[in-house]
């Protein structure tokens, strides 16, 4: 285990707010900060953060704990990982052999197997049996300098070539399948993941090998084929040449559907290009990508399911605080086909003639209804209310209505009623789905906000939390506390085992803060324990209130059920006669 004098160090070293503020835009509010959540989708900050005690809580999600909680939850490590991901940065080199790091090397094994990986694919491409990926990368247009910068690879058409020549180089099975590179046979062994596929690495901002995606060069099997989720990665929290595009330093990104648009549109001299891996972009992603820009221009394709993403990546960018522009793409079907055609010179000028995403949006309508005749008209502006609702500007809206309304010679009034009717729905609708997606949130793991336990023993949940609390705010009462209070009066498991984490600290000197506990609980735990001692109610708690929490816990301990009463014997019986009488005294 990690020295507690190191944790502490590390803790003010690693100043909270220049870590959270480097993911979620801040705003100060009295002594604390506050924001929009980057853990779950909000319209209204939830998220604050505690300068004088260094961590952060979600009011809306329960997330919780430290800096070091906050690194592994928004760049996807394990503890280990996230301590010297923060040490790295303040320059504290970590004790080594402190703490159990199974899991990091389990980690760092996938990723020096995907490093090996990306080296033999790229050696693949450039031997005889990748003449035709070669061939395959010239008719696309790619330079030799953009195949290496990119280390763009060949995975053949074979069951076993990249399996074997990584057994050969000491990996096992199980790593191959953690790691997504292998498939198990029914039969047993591994068989290759990729085969006959152009393979394109993903690289993380470390300069880490994470992930690999495949395009197929045969007729069998999907057209792209892209790693599972892995120990290494999570294909929600990650966006293809994010690690060139973070510095481009043109103060936007170009946001791409596919590998092969993003590396023409890098080769035709715009470094600021991004892509999903090969899904959707998530909520997760959108809020990564305000982490570096506060402004997208979306260039989708320009077929229909293209228009149908650009509209939902829209609303996703909008709602992580990211203003968002459309390429109109004439002439070709991507970003990759219209730099060959046209060349990168018009390309540019295309991006600067980019329309807001509701320019785009309304020019899309006018042009999909005949405006001439009564019923377009009534068309039109029924899609346009739609349309309006969604848009999170008042300002906006105000400037779009009053224009459309001008231009199409309506009763403004009229229109503006149906406006805030449909704001009214839209509202309503997503107030019912945050509801049920943060239900789905604190359900789903072990020590959820919900637990039954809460439900059923209202008052000693209430009660173990003060005990918590006053504990956290007056640690040297734990000995006091220790002598009338045992583990189990919690009723809650998950409160019981941060009352143990916390007095086990104490009882052996140490000092139980968010950054120590956090290296002996889960994240759920450390966010529980930061729900609890940010509650108002615990903020000046006496010794005497205390005592009465301490009392509600005892009285429910010394209350036994006929049934439990039955299965007392010996010495257990006496003892609780004895606290009974006790009790009663």
């Not at 900060?33 to 953060?49: N, Q």
């Not at 062994?189 to 152009?198: E, K, L, P, Q, S």
């Not at 009053?402 to 149906?418: N, P, T």
Request: charged content about 30%; aromatic content about 8%; proline content about 3%.
């Amino acid at each position: 285990m990690l020295p507690d004098s190191f944790l502490l160090e590390l803790k003010y070293r690693a100043d909270i707010e220049q870590i959270v503020g480097a993911y979620v835009q801040l705003k100060r509010r009295g002594r604390n900060l506050t924001g929009l959540c980057p853990f779950h989708s909000e319209k209204t900050p939830s998220f604050t953060v505690y300068p004088e005690s260094q961590s952060f809580y979600c009011f809306g999600c329960g997330a919780g704990g430290d800096a070091i909680t906050f690194v592994r939850r928004a760049e996807n490590l394990d503890y280990l990982e996230a301590v010297k991901f923060l040490a790295d940065r303040v320059g504290l080199q970590v004790p080594e052999g402190s703490v159990d790091d199974t899991g990091h090397r389990r980690r760092l094994r996938i990723l020096e197997m995907n490093r090996e990986a990306a080296r033999f694919f790229h050696s693949c491409l450039m031997s005889d049996q990748g003449r035709d990926a070669r061939a395959y990368l010239v008719k696309r247009g790619l330079t030799k300098k953009t195949v290496t910068r990119f280390g763009l690879g060949y995975a053949p058409e074979s069951w076993d070539t990249l399996t074997a020549y990584l057994r050969g180089k000491g990996y096992t099975e199980d790593e191959l399948t953690d790691g997504y590179l292998g498939v198990r046979r029914k039969g047993g062994g591994v068989y290759d993941a990729f085969r006959n596929r152009i393979i394109f690495p993903i690289i993380d901002l470390r300069g880490a090998v994470i992930a690999f995606g495949g395009r197929n060069l045969g007729d069998k099997g999907p057209k792209y084929l892209n790693s599972g989720d892995t120990p290494v990665f999570k294909k929600s929290r990650n966006l293809y040449a994010l690690n060139f595009a973070k510095s481009a330093g043109r103060g936007d990104l170009i946001l791409a559907e596919g590998y092969m648009d993003v590396v023409a549109i890098h080769q035709g001299g715009f470094q600021n290009a991004v892509a999903t891996l090969g899904t959707a972009l998530t909520g997760e992603q959108a809020r990564l990508i305000a982490q570096y820009t506060r402004e997208v221009v979306l260039a989708y394709d320009s077929d229909e399911p293209g228009q149908i993403a650009t509209r939902r990546a829209t609303g996703l960018l909008e709602e992580a605080g990211v203003g968002v522009r459309v390429l109109a793409i004439t002439g070709a079907k991507d970003p990759d086909e219209y730099i060959r055609t046209y060349g990168p010179e018009k390309f540019e000028r295309l991006l600067e003639g980019s329309e807001s995403a509701a320019d785009f949006a309304i020019t899309r309508l006018r042009q999909s209804h005949d405006l001439d005749t009564a019923e377009g008209r009534v068309a039109f502006l029924q899609e346009f209310v739609r349309l309006m609702a969604d848009n999170p500007s008042p300002i906006q809206r105000e400037v779009y209505l009053s224009k459309i309304c001008r231009d199409l010679e309506v009763d403004k009034q009229a229109v503006a009623a149906q406006l805030a009717a449909a704001i009214k729905r839209k509202q309503q609708t997503a107030r019912k789905r945050e509801a049920g997606q943060l239900r789905a949130f604190t359900s789903a793991a072990p020590g959820a906000r919900g637990e039954l336990e809460r439900q059923k023993y209202p008052r000693q949940v209430l009660a173990g939390e003060g005990v918590i609390a006053y504990l956290m705010k007056h640690p040297d009462s734990c000995a006091w506390v220790r002598e009338q209070v045992e583990d189990q009066d919690f009723v809650s498991p998950g409160d019981r085992e941060l009352y143990q984490a916390i007095t086990a600290k104490l009882s052996q000197g140490h000092p139980a803060e968010v950054v120590t506990l956090s290296a002996v609980l889960s994240e759920e735990r450390v966010g529980r324990l930061m729900e609890i001692t940010t509650k108002d109610i615990y903020r000046d708690q006496s010794r005497t209130e205390a005592k009465e929490f301490i009392q509600v816990l005892q009285e429910y301990r010394n209350k036994k059920s006929d049934e439990e009463l039955g299965r007392l014997e010996g010495e257990e019986l006496g003892r609780y006669i004895a606290s009974q009488t006790a009790h009663k005294k």
